[in-house]
Structure formats: structure tokens, C-alpha cells
T-cell receptor, first 112, second 116 residues
Framework: GESVGLHLPTLSVQEGDNSIINCAYS??????FIWYKQESGKGPQFIID?????DKRQGQRVTVLLNKTVKHLSLQIAATQPGDSAVYFC???????????FGAGTQVVVTP | DGGITQSPKYLFRKEGQNVTLSCEQN?????MYWYRQDPGQGLRLIYY???????QKGDIAEGYSVSREKKESFPLTVTSAQKNPTAFYLC???????????????FGPGTRLTVL
């Protein structure tokens, strides 16, 4: 399968624990942020998004936090499961028509 | 993967040959995008199209070409001028944010291209 995790930062998490994945973004004018999950050999899957007028948004087992002061985005996964093992990307909207800038990704490995 | 299909899943090409990757969506999205992904790297934008019969270069357009004759289809041609074409290619689509809001991009399953 696709070795998208090669040389990526790795977060090792025990099953059942909470995971926190961090992302520093570059453009202070970015107004929209997305987290994607990518399993080996597959396309990225949308997880959750947040706009710059918010600092927190919750989904099913996931929470995204946005700190515009330090240009930091995080994804929290509650009760991490084996199926959460994947590469996680953050993306920021950098211009008016919707162009996204992607981070390099973080490999999450869930251990039993 | 939603309503976005890419074909083929795996593609092999000899050096000097052009090859076309297919992307189709049934989400009625206006905008479509092509990205390239290399191991250990994020996605890099090749081309994008906001409406039919119009498309724009992304960050790494050299050696690639596209067409947008139908709303549902956005094929990518990897030409012989692309110096290092072996990569995972991803197509995405979204509604086009004509207001200040921006809409999520949804991705297809990808095509892995290998140059022999």
C-alpha cells in the first residue's frame, strides 16, 4: 500500500487513551481549517472542520481546537481505537477561492 | 470517498509516454482539483477548476495538463515532460465558495502512477 507515513512524525497511542495531534499553520489570514484522515493506499477522508470565528468544535469522538494567537490547531480523538490508525493532515484555506495548504501529516499508531 | 471515482487504481507507464488519469464526481460540485502526494509529504496542488471550460495552474503544474469539458469530469494528463511522475495522484471536488465561506474538499480514492 501507499507509504504515506514514511518519515512522518509518529504518535503512538494505547487503545482507549485520548490522542492529541498538533498542527502549526502558516498564514494568519487563513479563515478555514480542516482535518483529514488518510489510511494507507486511500484518499484523505474528511474528519472535521472549523472556521476562524470559532475556537472549538466537537464531532463524534473528535474535537478541534483553534488558537489563532499562536497559529495552532489541534485534533483530539477520544478513546482511540485501532481503526484510528492512519495519517492525519491539517489543511488551511489560504485565499478567497478556497485553495488549501496541507501540512505534512502525523502518523498515528494505536497499540493494543 | 463519497461520490468521487478515480481510475485506474494503479497505472504503469514507460518513460516518454503520456498517460491520462480519470476523475469523475456525481456530487454536483462546481470545483475540482488535482493533487500529487509523495511519501512523507503533504498534498501539492497541480491544477484546479472552478467551473466548466476553465482551469488554473496550481503550485506544480509543469508537465501536467487538464481539461474540464463537463462538470462531472476533470481528467489529468501526465506528459513526458514531467520529470518525476511516480506518485500518488488524488482528485478532489467541492462546492465553490462564491461568498466569503469556503467549502470542504472531498477526495477520491487516488491513482498510484509508476514510471518504469
Amino acid at each position: 500500500g501507499e507509504s504515506v507515513g514514511l518519515h512522518l512524525p509518529t504518535l503512538s497511542v494505547q487503545e482507549g487513551d485520548n490522542s492529541i495531534i498538533n498542527c502549526a499553520y502558516s498564514n494568519s489570514a487563513s479563515d478555514y481549517f480542516i482535518w483529514y484522515k488518510q489510511e494507507s493506499g486511500k484518499g484523505p477522508q474528511f474528519i472535521i472542520d472549523i472556521r476562524s470565528n470559532m475556537d472549538k468544535r466537537q464531532g463524534q469522538r473528535v474535537t478541534v481546537l483553534l488558537n489563532k494567537t499562536v497559529k495552532h490547531l489541534s485534533l483530539q480523538i477520544a478513546a482511540t481505537q485501532p481503526g484510528d490508525s492512519a495519517v492525519y493532515f491539517c489543511a488551511e484555506n489560504t485565499d478567497s477561492w478556497g485553495k488549501l495548504q496541507f501540512g505534512a501529516g502525523t502518523q498515528v499508531v494505536v497499540t493494543p | 470517498d463519497g461520490g468521487i471515482t478515480q481510475s485506474p487504481k494503479y497505472l504503469f507507464r514507460k518513460e516518454g509516454q503520456n498517460v491520462t488519469l480519470s476523475c469523475e464526481q456525481n456530487l454536483n460540485h462546481d470545483a475540482m482539483y488535482w493533487y500529487r502526494q509523495d511519501p512523507g509529504q503533504g498534498l501539492r496542488l497541480i491544477y484546479y477548476s472552478q467551473i466548466v471550460n476553465d482551469f488554473q495552474k496550481g503550485d506544480i503544474a509543469e508537465g501536467y495538463s487538464v481539461s474540464r469539458e463537463k462538470k462531472e469530469s476533470f481528467p489529468l494528463t501526465v506528459t513526458s515532460a514531467q520529470k518525476n511522475p511516480t506518485a500518488f495522484y488524488l482528485c478532489a471536488s467541492s462546492t465553490w465558495g462564491r461568498s466569503s465561506s469556503t467549502d470542504t474538499q472531498y477526495f477520491g480514492p487516488g491513482t498510484r502512477l509508476t514510471v518504469l
